[in-house]
């Protein structure tokens, strides 16, 4: 808090939530420590990056004036976010009665022993909404952006699980298909070499009853075996 001869000054510098493009605004209140009517008036050096409502008035004895300063929407951020710009508040002892309209710059002349009180204030900036900072780690010494690759690997896997899982059904179609085919080949192949096989069996049961008279030669016993083996044979296929 500032204080002088006349009014007290809180805060004793002015704050602004710095952001690009949009308006920021802080409060003062003047507070007159006195008896008697005071004036005071607020001066900048940069009034056109600053409003200031109200920039002078009065003060009655014992009381508080509030006072908005509005900074404009800066373009860009100052060298190391330090602001140059300076506030003034002059203050004065004004005569009973006296009244906004009454004031003039006259009123604030240093002249005839007239007392002004001056109090400087400072422009800072604070960020409104202070960037973050980017981890470098996690606390296990990993870098942060693995959980990301991570979600992105397994959501890669993921859709290739979903691809081949929708392929499945077509190939496996294709291989059912194929084996039955190749069965259906074997097992009219079989049957067209059995058939072949029984007539030649009849044909060599006629020659061997017309030679031994009815008796079964070894090649006879040979082939029944070999038929039965190979019906066995289908029979576990299909």
Do not use: H
């Amino acid at each position: 808090m500032n204080s002088g001869d006349y009014i007290n000054i809180q805060p004793s510098e002015l704050k602004f939530a710095f952001e690009l493009k949009k308006q920021s605004s802080c409060s003062l209140q003047l507070t007159n420590k006195t008896d008697k009517y005071v004036a005071f008036k607020v001066k900048t050096t940069n009034p056109k990056k600053y409003c200031v409502r109200p920039n002078a008035g009065i003060i009655l004895p014992s009381s508080a004036s509030n006072i908005t300063v509005t900074m404009q929407g800066p373009k860009e951020a100052p060298p190391d976010m330090q602001c140059k710009d300076k506030f003034l508040i002059q203050s004065v002892v004004a005569p009973d009665g006296t009244t906004s309209k009454d004031i003039s710059a006259e009123l604030f002349n240093k002249g005839d022993g007239k007392v002004v009180d001056e109090f400087k204030m400072r422009v800072v900036y604070s960020f409104a909404n202070p960037p973050s900072p980017v981890p470098e780690g996690s606390e296990e010494g990993s870098p942060p952006r693995t959980a990301a690759v991570d979600d992105g690997n397994q959501n890669f896997a993921l859709f290739d699980a979903v691809s081949r899982s929708l392929e499945d059904p077509k190939e496996k179609s294709s291989q059912t298909w194929s084996a039955v085919s190749k069965l259906t080949e074997e097992k009219a192949a079989a049957l067209q070499q059995n058939q072949k096989l029984r007539q030649e069996l009849e044909l060599l049961r006629k020659e061997s009853s017309g030679r031994q008279g009815g008796g079964f030669s070894v090649l006879l016993v040979v082939l029944v075996g070999l038929i039965g083996v190979l019906i066995g044979y289908l029979l576990k296929k299909t």
